[in-house]
């Protein structure tokens, strides 16, 4: 090993999976796993949380089997669909999906120039989006939900958590009281937004 004069991690977050009540056979898997293509997804998708990953899971599934646009080009040059069913092809993927928020609004921390787009095409792809909702149980036949309206289920083949994450600090609680000078900077103290852990990092730097 080395002397190192001082021990910087900023090792990021990790997934936090909510004490949901649930039916061991339903298959439950994080946002993280969808976007790295390790999760296999079923038709019926629930996406639980609607905040800014839940949001862009949300959208990235909804995408999957839509036209690309080498695709539409080509029907387009060639007129294989009339124009109603290219927008079909374009809006309507291979999954029924929906999407639970327990807040009042979707992806809150969006930047709003974005936002407003993410927001759309999210709609545009036909995803059911039920906000100040509450996620009562997962079971065989689908996500129990409660909101205003009452009890309801949603029928899930797959359910994807996108409702948090939390401080990966493992490291910093093994090394400190063995290491001189260990900080932890980023999500790895308080899961926050980009800006916050860029000032972080230069906030120590400077510091040092």
Known sequence: SKDFDRVVLAC????????????????????WDVF????????????????DVGVEVAMYIGEIGT??????????????????????LLNHGVHNVAIVE???????????????SIIARTKQLGT??????????????????????GVQ???????????GAKPNNDMYEQLVGKVKNVDCIGDAVKVARIPDAVESAYKLAASI
């Open 12 to 31: 990021g977050s990790k997934a936090s999976i909510p004490p949901i009540p649930r039916d061991p056979s339903v298959p439950v898997v994080h946002a």
């Open 36 to 51: 790295d293509g390790k999760a296999e997804l079923g038709k019926n998708v629930v996406v639980v949380g609607g905040g």
């Open 67 to 88: 036209l690309t646009a080498d695709e539409l080009r080509f029907m387009m040059i060639y007129k294989t669909e009339p124009y109603e069913k290219l927008q079909q």
């Open 102 to 116: 327990m807040g009042k609004k979707f992806a809150p921390d969006i930047n709003p120039g974005s936002r407003w």
């Open 128 to 149: 059911k989006m039920l906000k100040e909702t509450k996620v009562l149980e997962i079971t065989k036949e689908g996500v129990v939900v409660e909101n205003a309206e």
């Open 153 to 163: 289920t949603l029928p899930a083949d797959t359910v994807v958590i996108a409702a």
